[in-house]
Structures are given as structure tokens and as C-alpha cells.
């Protein structure tokens, strides 16, 4: 097979199972770096796009679908000098907005969109950092700045953007607590936030037995709906900052404006789908670098390993609920 085609999968129609193709292998433009991608983060936003159902995505069909990537910079093109051939990196780098994903061996991306991989981490668990660290990142620092000391409520703890989002604030120096089911106690309170298990308290009582009826400084909602119409409820009454990546649906303001709070959303693909801010990213991903080398950031990885011949598993994993952590598809060597 020729050295000039590179095996990758792609969906050719909504709903439609992954066809494995031979395409022709991109070459690094000016300021790009092509990537000999070596593992694929698998997120539920990937499902979406595969089911028709993301057109916030923009992500025309038939394409390569993968938003996040660990792997080695293969070549690097004019302009790029951050990077060089035989460098480790990750990043949140296509499968939307008509950018090629990273189901595929290799991709030329926007050089700012990528970072050194940490050192002591995996390939596999590189992969599945980028877009849930700069979800949370967005959302904790660029947002609501959080500062020692303070309050963070996080709910969702033990999910993709919840679990990282408790380890940065901690490592910002925040009290941290977090929402989830009784089962994920024990994996919420490993990350170092105090658990509230929703189902079992209301969210006056947590509002008082954890901040004494004030309220967090700071709600990050992860899961949307509902939870995020109690995330207002939880706010404090005076400078309290409410966050969410799922803030999609209609909502009363009411709960958030009595208590003179206010409300961010985060729209995390804005970078790839305008062109406009990507080197923010490479920024991000550098402080993940910075905190997992320090000690201070894991990712909690579904154990189950895939590769191209079933990453279609890997989505079925995650539509039907099994999924137990990030999944990760890596790439097998022609």
C-alpha cells in the first residue's frame, strides 16, 4: 500500500456504522503539523454527530468523525516552530465543523490547537483529556476565575467533564463538592470533593449543610436540564457564578436573579468551527500538561480497550450507558 494513503474510518449517512476507507495521507499546510495519530478519544458529542443529531456540530456527512487525539508530530509545515518531528502531543483537533477527525492514522491540525502530551501519562489517557480539561478549564478559570478558598459545587463529579473539573478546582485551591449517584461516592471523594448524592438530598438541604443555607461560590452543571435549574438554586446570594456545557434548554432566570447571581454557558467547539481563538486551546492543554505532571490530574479511563476494527463498540458503549469512564480507540500501525 502506498506510504501517500493512510486507513481511517468514516460515516458515510446518519445512523450509518463506520466504513473503514484507504485515504490519501494529508500533508502539513502553513502552520499546521501533521500527527501520526496513535489513539482517538471517544466522546458522546462522536455519537451525536454519528446519529444526525449535532447540528451545532456542523459536521457534514460523509467525513472522519474523532474530536480528540494523542500521537507523534510527523512532519511540521511552514510557520510552525513549536513543534517538531518525533514530539509527543494531544489535542482537540477536527471531527467537527468539517475539519478531518482523528479516527484516522494521520491528520494535519492547527499547530495552536496542540500541546506537549504529559509525560506520565498514556497514550490512551492523553487522548481522552482535550475536550473534557478544556471544558472544565473554560468553564472554572476562564469564566468564573475560581480562587482559593472558595466554594465549587460541581454536579456530575464522576462523569467525563465533571471528574476533571473537581481536580482542577482543587488544584486552584477550592473546596469541592459534587453531585452523583450513591454508586460513585467512592470515585467522586478519590478526586478529593465531598459527595452529595442527589437522589438522596434536596438541594436546599446540601445548600445548607455545606455552606450554612449561603450557597456555592461557584456551580459548575455538567449534565444540563434539570440539574441545571437546581445549579440556580444552589448559586449564593451575592457574587454566586453558575456555570454549564449543557446549557441548551429554556430555564426560568428567576431562581439566579433573586439571588443577584450570574450565569456563564460554554460553547467549547468555537475555536474549530470559527478559526478564532484555537491557540487558546494549546494554552489550555499545556496547563493539563502542567497539573498531570505535577500529580494533580488523572483521567478515568473505561478499561475496555478498541481499536479501528470495533470503535463502533465504543459508541454503542456510550448510547447505551455502559460506558464506565473515557474511551479511548487506538490506531493499529500498516
Same mark, same amino acid.
Given at each position: ?162 471528574? %476533571? ?152 458503549? %456510550? ?16
Amino acid at each position: 500500500m502506498s506510504q501517500a494513503s493512510m486507513q481511517a474510518l468514516i460515516v458515510e449517512a446518519a445512523g450509518s456504522p463506520f466504513s473503514t476507507v484507504r485515504l490519501p495521507r494529508p500533508e502539513a499546510g502553513p502552520g499546521q503539523v501533521l500527527v501520526r495519530i496513535l489513539a482517538s478519544g471517544v466522546n458522546p458529542l462522536d455519537t451525536k454527530i454519528r446519529a444526525g443529531n449535532a447540528a451545532h456540530a456542523r459536521h457534514p456527512l460523509p467525513a472522519v468523525l474523532g474530536l480528540d487525539m494523542a500521537g507523534v508530530v510527523e512532519a511540521v509545515g511552514p510557520g510552525v516552530t513549536a513543534f517538531a518531528p518525533g514530539d509527543e502531543v494531544y489535542g482537540m483537533t477536527g471531527g467537527v465543523g468539517g475539519l478531518q477527525g482523528s479516527l484516522a492514522q494521520y491528520a494535519a491540525v492547527d499547530a495552536g490547537l496542540l500541546a506537549p502530551k504529559p509525560v506520565n501519562l498514556s497514550v490512551r489517557e492523553a487522548a481522552a483529556l482535550p475536550l473534557v480539561f478544556i471544558t472544565a478549564w473554560e468553564g472554572l478559570v476562564d469564566r468564573a476565575r475560581v480562587q482559593a478558598g472558595q466554594k465549587v459545587l460541581v454536579h456530575g463529579g464522576a462523569g467525563g467533564v465533571g471528574h %476533571i473539573a473537581v481536580q482542577i478546582a482543587r488544584a486552584l485551591g477550592a473546596q469541592v463538592y459534587a453531585t452523583g449517584s450513591a454508586r460513585h461516592q467512592e470515585i467522586i471523594e478519590g478526586y478529593g470533593a465531598t459527595a452529595i448524592d442527589f437522589a438522596a438530598t434536596s438541594v436546599e438541604q446540601y445548600v445548607d449543610q455545606h455552606t450554612g443555607g449561603e450557597g456555592f461560590d461557584v456551580v459548575y452543571d455538567t449534565v444540563g436540564g434539570a440539574v441545571l435549574d437546581s445549579a440556580f438554586r444552589a448559586a449564593r446570594t451575592y457574587g454566586g457564578h453558575v456555570i454549564s456545557c449543557l446549557g441548551w434548554g429554556t430555564h426560568s432566570l428567576a431562581p439566579l436573579s433573586f439571588r443577584a447571581a450570574t450565569y456563564s454557558g460554554v460553547f467549547t467547539l468555537m475555536p474549530l468551527l470559527t478559526g478564532k481563538g484555537r491557540a487558546h486551546h494549546g494554552e489550555i492543554l499545556r496547563e493539563a500538561t502542567r497539573l498531570a505532571e505535577a500529580g494533580k490530574l488523572t483521567v478515568r479511563l473505561d478499561p475496555r480497550q478498541f481499536h479501528l476494527g470495533n470503535a463502533i463498540e465504543a459508541h454503542q458503549a %456510550i448510547e447505551n450507558g455502559t460506558a464506565s469512564g473515557k474511551l479511548v480507540v487506538e490506531m493499529a500501525k500498516d
